[in-house]
């Protein structure tokens, strides 16, 4: 039995059943970071506190008294939510030696449940970013990069010609497929946890905005931010969620969980949905074998007595002009509390405190954020403030009218693609500028946030490089536990494969890892 692979419910089976103990599972979770540190996910790996954490765990698992479901599981946190006694950078020279004296609310109930953990994950700085290439600590890499089916594939290029995880969660998606965490938290603005989740093989939940805590992430645009789950299944999303919903009064945008059962339904009737496909999701530039898998999965949910129509989100095409606007108003206003005076890098230019501001930005920001904040405030000024600001305010209206419209005629869910095409090479990635390389990964996750719906990515099939793809779904508000069950239903047909490593034995398992029947791109 490989315990790296098992879920969330397995594994705590079987350390309730003490088949397993906490410490051992820490110990073998971090002992798969240090083989995987190459990779670059974390930041900050909280060793000690960890395996104190651990040890708690089995304290309370051998006298009968766990405190949930989550109890001595391991998991990670993206570097943009506060830790208490825990470095917290956002990837970012502007908070380096920051550490917070609170954590984040949806940090601490799941310490609160006796989860496990291990570090602090990398991103883009301040989570401003679609690849997790523009971090302060460097780029993170896709585990599937060495994987079997991607090594077959490049031959000896693969070594150097790696491919991202896709951002701006990059790293927690990389804890997560290269089994090293069994689930992480990530933030999603525009598609951040969607994005990589998708490139990198997993389950990727944005729920429903205020479902759940903002309390202690470090924000980028409040109106749609979001903590985001990365799982390897849709149950164990579901798991996560559960724990996580609920108002908090510390966050005066959260809501109150929907009533009812937090776990997937056993007897789910897929005939009872009905799929909707967006023809504005055609977008310029979607590959062929992404296009493949989306009819693909469209005609699996009609072969199964589902009614799948097409649908019409008019306002689609201004939706990603609209988010960079917005994006970059909220921008300008969160990042000018970094000013080096209460917390974070100081500049020691002294001449004045104007000049001391300027010099601590220029210092502690990269030239993204710098550019973000340049063009939010631009977009704020008095004589621009109605021809942007509010237009795009007016535009996000009528694009979260048409998802309102869709919903109420009928459909429950939407079936889209989540990325253009697999995840890219490092090299060809670069090539492009920061805002061209978010304008083309956002296209299809960004509408959710601006309409504050809850999304899932799905893992759906390998591309002819041996790479994920992914497919996403989007549901109405405060249905995340529907949109989930719809996920399972997918996964259970689908049969994506696991990742196997190229000659890495740790994580090898005892049966064959052939490809399965029909999860090729071109199947």
Same mark, same amino acid.
């Given at each position: 039995m490989n315990v790296l692979r098992l879920s969330i419910s397995e594994v705590s089976r079987a350390l309730r059943e003490g088949q397993l103990s906490p410490t051992e599972l820490c110990r073998k979770c971090l002992n798969r970071i240090k083989r995987t540190r190459h990779l670059n996910a974390y930041i900050t790996v909280t060793e000690e506190s960890a395996m104190k954490q651990a040890q708690e765990a089995e304290v309370r698992l051998q006298n009968g008294t766990p405190r949930g479901p989550l109890d001595g599981i391991p998991f990670a946190v993206k570097d943009n939510f506060c830790t208490k006694d825990i470095l917290t950078t956002c990837a970012s020279k502007m908070l380096g030696?920051?550490?917070?004296?609170?954590?984040?609310?949806?940090?601490?109930?799941?310490?609160?449940? !006796? +989860? /496990?953990?291990?570090?602090?994950?990398? %991103?883009d700085e301040f989570a401003m970013g679609a690849g997790s290439t523009d971090g302060a600590f460097g780029p993170v890499r896709n585990p599937w990069s060495e994987a079997e089916a991607y090594r077959q594939h490049r031959g000896p290029e693969a070594q150097t010609d790696w491919v991202i995880t896709g951002g701006s969660s990059g790293g927690s998606a990389a804890a997560v497929a290269s089994l090293s965490s069994y689930f992480a938290l990530g933030s999603d603005t525009g598609g951040s946890t969607r994005n990589p989740g998708a490139l990198c093989g997993l389950v990727a939940l944005k729920p429903t905005y205020g479902l759940l805590s903002r309390h202690g992430l470090i924000p980028l645009v409040n109106s749609m931010d979001v903590p985001g789950i990365m799982t390897h299944s849709a149950r164990d999303a579901a798991t996560v969620l559960g724990i996580l919903q609920g108002q908090d009064m510390l966050d005066a945008t959260t809501i109150p969980s929907p009533p009812g059962q937090t776990d997937l339904p056993e007897d789910f009737d897929i005939k009872q949905i009905t799929v909707g496909i967006p023809q504005e999701?055609?977008?310029? !530039? %979607? #590959?062929?074998? /992404? %296009?493949?898998?989306?009819?693909?999965?469209?005609?699996?949910?009609?072969?199964?007595?589902?009614? =799948?129509?097409?649908?019409?989100?008019?306002?689609?095409?201004? #939706?990603?002009?609209?988010?960079? @606007?917005?994006?970059?108003?909220? =921008?300008? $206003?969160?990042?000018?509390?970094?000013? !080096?005076?209460?917390?974070?890098?100081? #500049?020691? =230019?002294?001449? $004045?405190?104007?000049?001391m501001y300027a010099a601590t930005r220029h210092q502690g920001f990269n030239h993204v954020v710098r550019r973000r904040i340049l063009s939010g405030n631009y977009f704020l000024l008095k004589q621009n403030y109605e021809r942007?600001? /509010?237009? +795009?305010?007016?535009?996000?209206?009528?694009?979260?009218?048409?998802?309102?419209?869709?919903?109420? #005629? !009928? @459909?429950?869910?939407?079936?889209?693609?989540?990325?253009? $095409?697999? +995840? +890219?090479?490092?090299?060809?990635?670069?090539?492009e500028d920061n805002r061209t390389r978010s304008a083309e990964e956002d296209i299809f996750t960004q509408p959710a946030n601006m309409a504050g719906l809850p999304a899932v990515t799905v893992p759906t099939a390998l591309s002819s490089r041996g790479l994920p793809i992914g497919l996403q779904l989007i549901g109405r508000p405060m249905q995340d536990r529907k949109l989930l069950a719809v996920a399972h239903w997918m996964e259970q047909r689908l049969g994506f494969p696991r990742i196997s490593f190229y000659g890495d034995e740790e994580t090898s398992e005892s049966h064959p890892r052939a490809e399965r029947e029909g999860t090729m791109a071109g199947a």
């Amino acid at each position: 039995m490989n315990v790296l692979r098992l879920s969330i419910s397995e594994v705590s089976r079987a350390l309730r059943e003490g088949q397993l103990s906490p410490t051992e599972l820490c110990r073998k979770c971090l002992n798969r970071i240090k083989r995987t540190r190459h990779l670059n996910a974390y930041i900050t790996v909280t060793e000690e506190s960890a395996m104190k954490q651990a040890q708690e765990a089995e304290v309370r698992l051998q006298n009968g008294t766990p405190r949930g479901p989550l109890d001595g599981i391991p998991f990670a946190v993206k570097d943009n939510f506060c830790t208490k006694d825990i470095l917290t950078t956002c990837a970012s020279k502007m908070l380096g030696g920051y550490v917070p004296p609170f954590s984040a609310t949806v940090v601490q109930k799941l310490l609160d449940q !006796g +989860a /496990v953990l291990l570090g602090k994950t990398n %991103l883009d700085e301040f989570a401003m970013g679609a690849g997790s290439t523009d971090g302060a600590f460097g780029p993170v890499r896709n585990p599937w990069s060495e994987a079997e089916a991607y090594r077959q594939h490049r031959g000896p290029e693969a070594q150097t010609d790696w491919v991202i995880t896709g951002g701006s969660s990059g790293g927690s998606a990389a804890a997560v497929a290269s089994l090293s965490s069994y689930f992480a938290l990530g933030s999603d603005t525009g598609g951040s946890t969607r994005n990589p989740g998708a490139l990198c093989g997993l389950v990727a939940l944005k729920p429903t905005y205020g479902l759940l805590s903002r309390h202690g992430l470090i924000p980028l645009v409040n109106s749609m931010d979001v903590p985001g789950i990365m799982t390897h299944s849709a149950r164990d999303a579901a798991t996560v969620l559960g724990i996580l919903q609920g108002q908090d009064m510390l966050d005066a945008t959260t809501i109150p969980s929907p009533p009812g059962q937090t776990d997937l339904p056993e007897d789910f009737d897929i005939k009872q949905i009905t799929v909707g496909i967006p023809q504005e999701y055609h977008a310029p !530039g %979607l #590959s062929s074998e /992404v %296009l493949h898998q989306w009819c693909r999965v469209a005609e699996l949910f009609e072969e199964a007595g589902v009614q =799948v129509r097409a649908v019409s989100l008019p306002h689609t095409q201004f #939706s990603i002009v609209c988010y960079h @606007v917005l994006c970059c108003c909220e =921008v300008a $206003s969160n990042m000018a509390r970094f000013d !080096g005076l209460e917390y974070g890098h100081r #500049s020691p =230019v002294s001449l $004045s405190t104007e000049a001391m501001y300027a010099a601590t930005r220029h210092q502690g920001f990269n030239h993204v954020v710098r550019r973000r904040i340049l063009s939010g405030n631009y977009f704020l000024l008095k004589q621009n403030y109605e021809r942007y600001f /509010v237009k +795009a305010q007016q535009v996000r209206r009528l694009i979260a009218d048409d998802f309102t419209k869709v919903f109420s #005629s !009928g @459909v429950d869910v939407l079936l889209t693609p989540t990325t253009l $095409s697999d +995840a +890219a090479p490092y090299q060809d990635f670069m090539r492009e500028d920061n805002r061209t390389r978010s304008a083309e990964e956002d296209i299809f996750t960004q509408p959710a946030n601006m309409a504050g719906l809850p999304a899932v990515t799905v893992p759906t099939a390998l591309s002819s490089r041996g790479l994920p793809i992914g497919l996403q779904l989007i549901g109405r508000p405060m249905q995340d536990r529907k949109l989930l069950a719809v996920a399972h239903w997918m996964e259970q047909r689908l049969g994506f494969p696991r990742i196997s490593f190229y000659g890495d034995e740790e994580t090898s398992e005892s049966h064959p890892r052939a490809e399965r029947e029909g999860t090729m791109a071109g199947a």
